[in-house]
T-cell receptor, first 115, second 112 residues
Framework: DAGVIQSPRHEVTEMGQEVTLRCKPI?????LFWYRQTMMRGLELLIY????????DSGMPEDRFSAKMPNASFSTLKIQPSEPRDSAVYFC?????????????FGEGSWLTVV | QKEVEQNSGPLSVPEGAIASLNCTYS??????FFWYRQYSGKSPELIMS????GDKEDGRFTAQLNKASQYVPLLIRDSQPSDSATYLC????????????FGRGTSLIVHP
């Protein structure tokens, strides 16, 4: 089975540019998560979708960040305009659903550097 | 108080020793507990899950859950250099719709 697929794996962009990160969850999984990981803050939840609907976006740092899930097999995280402090690893993860035994599976991450 | 707390480390142990990784959590309503391993430059991968008080063993790994103390450590027996990684503790709580909350992780170094 294919796992969670993310693209691009690495991106270097200039401050002010738009960045779009993409994710394909595991087939059949109903929940999708976007996390950001930095040395300073660890792994932070940005947004969570259930059945393609955003449920909790309280972790989205500011209006420059937006996320969509137009269908069950695709999600995007967009940063516009990007800033150097957005440099981090962005992980997409999916799970079969939300229950007490919920286990999530991570993609390989998108390594973003904003210069 | 952070929801999930771990010692950042690094924790350095010799090959063959027992590595003990700590994790405490703040929400007494937490129901599910997970340990993920993350190699440098890679994504977190699940290595253990535990739901009931007591010990759960999987090969060289043992997760221990003590809900009264809100403590869920991970023990690694016969540590190998290949165990060198960051270990992330995650907790699911109904108050957060069972969305995993992660600790900052403990860096483990196993030296030959």
């Amino acid at each position: 089975d294919a796992g969670v697929i993310q693209s691009p794996r690495h991106e270097v962009t200039e401050m002010g540019q738009e960045v779009t990160l993409r994710c394909k969850p595991i087939s059949g999984h109903n929940s999708l998560f976007w996390y950001r990981q930095t040395m300073m803050r660890g792994l932070e939840l940005l947004i969570y979708f259930n059945n393609n609907v955003p449920i909790d976006d309280s972790g989205m740092p500011e209006d420059r960040f937006s996320a969509k899930m137009p269908n069950a097999s695709f999600s995007t995280l967009k940063i516009q305009p990007s800033e150097p402090r957005d440099s981090a690893v962005y992980f997409c993860a999916s799970s079969p659903g939300t229950s007490s035994g919920n286990t999530i599976y991570f993609g390989e991450g998108s390594w973003l550097t904003v210069v | 108080q952070k929801e999930v707390e771990q010692n950042s480390g690094p924790l350095s142990v010799p090959e063959g020793a027992i590595a003990s990784l700590n994790c405490t959590y703040s929400d007494r309503g937490s129901q599910s507990f997970f340990w993920y391993r993350q190699y440098s430059g890679k994504s977190p991968e699940l290595i253990m899950s535990i739901y009931s008080n007591g010990d759960k063993e999987d090969g060289r790994f043992t997760a221990q859950l003590n809900k009264a103390s809100q403590y869920v450590p991970l023990l690694i027996r016969d540590s190998q250099p290949s165990d060198s990684a960051t270990y992330l503790c995650a907790v699911n709580t109904p108050a957060r719709s069972y969305i995993p909350t992660f600790g900052r992780g403990t860096s483990l170094i196993v030296h030959p």
